[in-house]
């Protein structure tokens, strides 16, 4: 990553694409959250940083003046390129229309019926582990599992699954920074699933019950009752949207279920002693270890909490500090495995919520279910604080090093 000026204030001059932020950002935003709920900086040609739970949800549900048409902010100029990732990047009423034909694939019907095979994918991965008495969890386990998941989705083989960490890597972390690999990794996964919907409709009846058809076959469905087909961009851009939000999210929430319950020992035994507890506890993994902050553009001059921000520039919401904000869950920087009433914002709020968050859910307990049912003893291998932390928009640990104990 490039030398970056540090911060002077994280309240006027964050800097949420620092090594420092991905170092200690739960203790940064607890701080902004109690002095300066819309913080601001100069960088990225100007931003916002919203940290208050309330806030977030009025900002995320005020789609005229606060727009999806930009979801990160990054090194890139807010006026440079707009990837098309419908339905994430467009705004009411285009995006109702091209998401609701996306839901049934990810209905709770259809991620049960995955679930055996996601079951058997993370049998295996574990067979590939074995014996072994250090493991990254990260990179061993967590990271393999969505990426097979949604190669298996996708109808692509499996042997594609370093390509798709390079994409995601590439858009989601490196191309955060620099421009260039971004650019790169955007083309390449718009040519690949170029590719991949002009082989299914070569095959015609014959191609293959996957996301790919389903989306080639897809018809937006209009407020009055009519469809039209979805056109070229939306076509790709949704299976690009799904791959980008399929696979990062589930693989950091996944590793900071293994560093945790490696470095809390009483919480491992617990979970281990009372698997019923699965449900609830994931629910307060995803809360506690949030993984997705994501931009809005401001179309015009406005207000947060009664912060002016300007028009042109783009605003963070922190889903993860929205989480953690004592206003609305009791001790928060607690993690409860059987935390009651956790009504968490992972997954996000209003018309943009999450559409995977079932499959999410199915793939996390079911990842973290085989793990403990094959490892229900282990640790870290380092000291809690030596774990690195992504940079960029989606927070999980790189490297999760772990020793099976007896
Ligand atoms: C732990 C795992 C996951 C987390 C924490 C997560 C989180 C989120 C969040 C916060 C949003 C809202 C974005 C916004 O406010 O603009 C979102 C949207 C979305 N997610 Fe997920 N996600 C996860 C897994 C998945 C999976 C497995 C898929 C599908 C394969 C998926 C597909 C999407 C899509 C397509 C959207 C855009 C929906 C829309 O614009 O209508 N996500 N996700």
Same mark, same amino acid.
């Given at each position: 990553?490039?030398? $970056?000026?540090?911060?002077?204030?994280?309240? /006027?001059? %964050?800097?949420?694409?620092? !090594?420092?932020?991905?170092?200690?950002? *739960?203790?940064?935003?607890?701080?902004?959250?109690?002095?300066?709920?819309?913080?601001?900086?100069?960088?990225?040609?100007?931003?916002?940083?919203?940290?208050?739970? &309330? @806030?977030?949800?009025?900002?995320?549900?005020?789609?005229?003046?606060?727009?999806?048409?930009?979801?990160?902010?990054?090194?890139?100029?807010?006026?440079?390129?707009?990837?098309?990732?419908?339905?994430? /990047?467009?705004?009411?009423?285009?995006?109702?229309?091209?998401?609701?034909?996306?839901?049934?694939?990810?209905?709770?019907?259809?991620?049960?019926?995955?679930?055996?095979?996601?079951?058997?994918?993370?049998?295996?991965?574990?067979?590939?582990?074995? &014996? $072994?008495?250090?493991?990254?969890?990260?990179?061993?386990?967590?990271?393999?599992?969505?990426?097979?998941?949604?190669?298996?989705? =996708?109808?692509?083989?499996?042997?594609?699954? *370093?390509?798709?960490?390079?994409?995601?890597?590439?858009?989601?972390?490196?191309?955060?920074?620099?421009?260039?690999?971004?650019?790169?990794?955007?083309?390449?996964?718009?040519?690949?699933?170029?590719?991949?919907?002009? @082989?299914?409709?070569?095959?015609?009846?014959?191609?293959?019950?996957? #996301?790919?058809?389903?989306? #080639?076959?897809?018809?937006?469905?209009?407020?009055? +009752?009519?469809?039209?087909? %979805?056109?070229?961009?939306? $076509?790709?851009?949704?299976? =690009?949207?799904?791959?980008?939000?399929?696979?990062?999210?589930?693989?950091?929430?996944?590793?900071?279920?293994?560093?945790? #319950?490696?470095?809390?020992?009483?919480?491992?035994?617990?979970?281990?002693? !009372?698997?019923?507890?699965?449900?609830?506890?994931?629910?307060?993994?995803?809360?506690?270890?949030?993984?997705?902050?994501?931009?809005?553009?401001? /179309?015009? &001059?406005?207000?947060?909490?009664?912060?002016?921000?300007?028009?042109? $520039?783009?605003?963070?919401?922190?889903?993860?500090?929205?989480?953690? @904000?004592?206003?609305?869950?009791?001790?928060?920087?607690? #993690?409860?495995?059987?935390?009651?009433?956790?009504?968490?914002?992972?997954?996000?709020?209003?018309?943009?919520?999450?559409? +995977?968050?079932?499959?999410?859910?199915?793939?996390?307990?079911?990842?973290?279910?085989?793990?403990?049912?094959?490892?229900?003893?282990?640790?870290?291998?380092? !000291?809690?604080?030596?774990?690195?932390?992504?940079? +960029?928009?989606?927070?999980?640990?790189?490297?999760?090093?772990?020793?099976?104990?007896?």
């Amino acid at each position: 990553m490039s030398e $970056r000026p540090p911060v002077t204030d994280w309240a /006027t001059d %964050f800097d949420h694409l620092s !090594e420092e932020w991905a170092a200690k950002g *739960p203790e940064i935003l607890a701080d902004l959250r109690e002095r300066c709920p819309v913080a601001q900086t100069e960088r990225f040609y100007g931003a916002y940083l919203v940290t208050r739970h &309330d @806030d977030i949800v009025e900002t995320a549900r005020a789609t005229d003046t606060f727009s999806n048409c930009i979801t990160a902010v990054n090194t890139n100029h807010p006026d440079n390129i707009k990837l098309d990732l419908s339905p994430i /990047t467009l705004d009411p009423p285009e995006h109702g229309p091209v998401r609701r034909p996306l839901l049934p694939s990810f209905s709770p019907k259809a991620t049960d019926e995955l679930e055996p095979t996601v079951v058997a994918m993370a049998e295996r991965l574990l067979d590939d582990v074995g &014996d $072994r008495k250090l493991v990254d969890g990260a990179l061993d386990f967590a990271q393999l599992l969505p990426v097979e998941v949604m190669g298996h989705l =996708f109808g692509v083989s499996a042997e594609m699954g *370093p390509t798709f960490r390079q994409w995601v890597d590439g858009m989601l972390k490196e191309g955060q920074i620099d421009l260039d690999i971004a650019r790169k990794a955007a083309s390449e996964v718009q040519q690949f699933f170029a590719a991949q919907l002009a @082989d299914r409709e070569a095959m015609g009846d014959d191609a293959p019950d996957d #996301l790919v058809t389903m989306v #080639l076959n897809a018809e937006a469905e209009l407020g009055d +009752g009519s469809t039209r087909p %979805f056109g070229r961009k939306e $076509r790709i851009g949704a299976l =690009f949207v799904l791959m980008l939000g399929g696979i990062d999210t589930t693989w950091s929430t996944l590793g900071s279920m293994l560093f945790h #319950l490696g470095s809390h020992p009483d919480d491992l035994k617990r979970l281990v002693n !009372e698997p019923e507890l699965m449900p609830t506890a994931v629910e307060e993994f995803l809360r506690y270890y949030s993984p997705v902050t994501i931009a809005r553009y401001i /179309t015009e &001059d406005a207000d947060i909490a009664g912060c002016p921000v300007s028009g042109g $520039r783009r605003v963070l919401l922190s889903y993860p500090s929205a989480n953690r @904000d004592p206003d609305y869950f009791e001790n928060p920087d607690e #993690l409860i495995l059987d935390r009651q009433n956790n009504r968490h914002m992972a997954f996000g709020v209003g018309v943009h919520r999450c559409l +995977g968050s079932n499959l999410a859910r199915m793939e996390l307990r079911v990842g973290l279910t085989a793990w403990l049912e094959r490892y229900p003893n282990f640790e870290l291998a380092v !000291e809690p604080d030596e774990v690195k932390w992504s940079v +960029g928009p989606i927070r999980g640990p790189r490297s999760v090093p772990i020793r099976i104990l007896d």
